[in-house]
C-alpha cells in the first residue's frame, strides 16, 4: 500500500485520476442509496446491501368500485363509457322502462328489433311504446321496426313443440303486432316503416337517435327479467355503431322490394 501512495504521489496526473474516480464512485454510491431509501427498499450500508423495490399493493374490485375522479365519476364506469359507450347498466328491462320511454319521446329517429313484440308493442298498459308511438307526429319523425316473420324458423311448429308452446300463440301474437302496426299508420296516421325478418333470438335492439338500448336473449325463457340491459350512447369507440350498423344491415338486407343481384345489393356496403 506504501509502495501505491509513493507511486501516486509519483504521478499527479495519475493521482488525480484515482481521486476523480474515487469521488464518482462515492457519490454514485450515494445516490442509489437514496433513490433506494426513497423507493421504499430495504437498504444497509454494511455489508453494502440494497433490496428488492416493494410491490404495490393491487386494488381489489371493491377499491376500483368506489375510486373516483377529481370530478366525482366512478372510475369504472368512465372506462367503461371511453372504452364501449356504454353509459348505464340496469338489471333487466323493466328496470329502464322510464329511460327508454324518455329517449323514446325526445327521439326523430325510432328503430325496433323485434320478435313478436308482445312486450314493446302491446295494446295494454304494460306495453313499452304503444302509447308513445300514438303521439309520435313531429316533422321529421321516422320509426321503422323490424318484426318476426310467420315464416321465421325460429317460430316454427316442431321449435314451439321442442318449447312446450303452443304455435297458434306465436302467430296470433305475430298478427296482434301487425295489427298494432297497421292501427298507427292508418288510425293515428304515424309514419311507421316495417319489415319482416327471420333472424334467431340473439339481441334485442332498441335506438333512439344516438342512443341505443340492448340485451341478449340468454335465457331460453323471461329475458324481460332476467337479462342485463346496456343502455349505449353513441361516440368514439362505441358499441353504438355496432350495433346501428347491425340494424341498418337488417333493414337493407329484408328490403321486400329488391330482388336483384346480391353482389351488387351489398356492393356499396360500408
Known sequence: MDEFFKWLSANSIAGMVVVIAFGLLVIAATVMYVVAFFQGREVTFWPPKIGPKPEKPKADKATLAGAVTPTGENLQQVYLRQQTGIVKVYDHLGICREDMQADFRRASDVRLLLQIGRRELGDSTSSYFWSLAKEKHQPGTRIRILRASEESPFLSEPRARLRGTPVERWHEDLRRLRSEISFLRDVYHIQVEE????????????????????????????????????????????????????????????????????????????
Not at 220 to 235: A, E, F, H, I, L
Open 195 to 270: 319489415r319482416l325478418h327471420a333472424e334467431p333470438y340473439l339481441w334485442r335492439i332498441f335506438i333512439f337517435d344516438d342512443v341505443a338500448y340492448v340485451s341478449a336473449y340468454l335465457h331460453p325463457r323471461d329475458n324481460d327479467s332476467k337479462t342485463v340491459v346496456y343502455k349505449v350512447q353513441d361516440g368514439d369507440n362505441s358499441l353504438f355503431n355496432v350495433f346501428s350498423k347491425y340494424f341498418d344491415y337488417l333493414w337493407k338486407k329484408y328490403d321486400p322490394c329488391y330482388g336483384g343481384d346480391p353482389v351488387q345489393h351489398w356492393a356499396s356496403w360500408e
